[in-house]
């Protein structure tokens, strides 16, 4: 409960969305090449060792991977990676591979590679990741002459060996190394001429925004109004409505209700309170106010979802 409700953004997300189950391994690639991936939807990361790539996201213009560049896609869409743009215009098809271990050649199998990356996937938990994904950058992408690169790359070498060389207490550590990855990742910083146009880094990125968002997850149970949020950071209330929905991408009471979900479906999946402990958690008078809004939200009761829960079955 503590990490859930961190008056901190950023860690109170990355908290709730739970991130485990790690599978890394290396890529390499020679002559002309390209493949395309389908759509897997599971969080991804890579980090370029040597030479250049490039990626292309569904619909959106591809861009050029520099050896030292970090990259982490949160919801992994399909996307095509190849050695050069003429090539990516006739992409292969990549499917996922039988055997998680070993390295990944692209293009000329025979020659020396021309370039090489570590890739890797983990997993968020089903109940929250649809409710908080969609605050995420599509992508995120960090150059190597920034200085946070190093510290992914640190982070990202320490994931594989997990991996690689497992040893008593491995799964506890790359749960960690996921989280900070994760944290490290978003929350950086981008040039003003790369900054997200919307969602949770851009409004972490704007002081005035970044204080609300910390006041909301501060306090999730107080009965927020938008003219509340608006007076404690000096904005009036249309400024403040209009400035949360552009930086943010959603409404200041739609946040203040995805976030409440999102902690509610985590409590009845995972710690199996009451109705009433949890309406009261999270700032609602009655179990029948929480059921109601819950039901709206979700598409299910919350009895209905929490007994999902219990008997083991995935969360829609």
């Known amino acids: 409960m503590r990490d859930r409700l961190n008056p901190d953004p950023l860690a109170s997300i990355v908290a709730l969305l739970r991130p485990r189950t790690v599978l890394s391994k290396f890529i390499s690639g020679a002559g002309s090449w390209a493949v395309q991936y389908p759509n897997h939807g599971h969080p991804s990361f890579c980090l370029m060792l040597e030479g250049s790539c490039w990626l292309g996201l569904e619909s959106a213009e591809p861009f050029l991977m520099e050896a030292g560049d970090y990259v982490l896609l949160p919801a992994t869409p399909g996307f095509r990676m190849g050695s050069d743009l003429e090539a990516m215009k006739r992409p292969t ?42 605050l995420l950058p599509a992508v995120v992408h960090i150059k190597a002459t920034d200085a946070q690169a190093a ?4 982070i990202a070498r320490a994931i594989d060996e997990e991996n690689t060389s497992p040893r008593p207490g491995g799964d506890a550590i790359l749960q960690r190394l996921v989280e900070i990855m994760l944290i490290e990742a978003l929350r ?26 910390r006041l909301i997850h501060e306090d999730v149970a107080r009965r927020w109004t938008i003219e509340d949020l608006a007076g404690k950071v000096g904005m009036s209330r249309a400024a403040f409505a209009s400035h949360f929905m552009r930086i943010l991408g959603v409404p200041p009471m739609e946040y203040v209700l995805r976030w409440r979900m999102a902690l509610a479906k985590d409590m009845l999946w995972h710690d199996g309170l009451s109705l009433g402990e949890v309406a009261h958690a999270i700032g609602y008078q009655s179990a029948s106010a929480f059921s109601a809004a819950f039901s709206r939200s979700v598409g ?17």
């Open 93 to 134: 098809m990549r499917v996922a591979d039988a055997n998680p271990v070993g390295e990944i050649r692209h293009g000329a199998q025979g020659d020396e590679a021309a370039v090489r990356m570590l890739g890797g996937y983990f997993l968020f938990d089903p109940t929250s990741a649809p409710l908080l994904v969609g």
């Open 151 to 154: 510290r992914l790359a640190w």
């Open 188 to 213: 950086w910083r981008p040039a003003q001429d790369d900054a997200p146009v919307s969602g949770l880094l851009a409004g972490l990125a704007n002081a005035r925004m970044a204080q609300a968002l």
């Open 300 to 316: 299910q009761s919350p009895s209905s979802f929490a007994r999902t829960g219990r008997a083991g079955g995935s969360s829609t």
